[in-house]
């Protein structure tokens, strides 16, 4: 992944309501979301919706399907799995990730 395109979808993030638009589409999988089922989740107005969705679809964070007279808002699974991969590529000097339990010190009183 190139580093414009990880800005170009971490700016799209940037922004609370795209940022929750896209982890409720996110969590809806390949099956996606209409924007009337967003619009009933988040409560957001329509215009202000489609216009975030816009951007959303031009950073290629969500794909966008016609199915009959809706169009389906899905997360681009390929997207993600490569934007986590760009933020881990160098993670850790090359050691396991993974932290090690920590344990929590109680103050006696």
């Known amino acids: 992944m190139k580093n414009i395109d990880a800005v170009a979808a971490f700016l799209a993030l940037g922004q609370e309501s795209r940022l929750n638009i896209f982890r409720l589409i996110v ?3 390949d099956v996606g979301l209409t924007p009337t089922q967003i619009i009933e989740k988040l409560g957001i107005p329509n215009a202000t919706l489609s216009f975030h969705l816009k951007e959303l679809v031009q950073a290629n964070l ?3 399907e016609r199915q009959s007279r809706n169009l389906i808002y899905s997360p ?3 997207l993600v799995q490569d934007l986590s991969t760009f933020l881990l590529d160098n993670c850790c000097g090359g050691k396991a990730c993974t932290p090690e339990k920590i344990t929590r ?3 006696s009183i």
Do not use: E, I, P
């Open 76 to 78: 681009n699974a390929v």
């Open 27 to 29: 969590q809806r999988g």
């Open 105 to 107: 010190k109680t103050k």
């Open 62 to 64: 969500l794909l966008v």
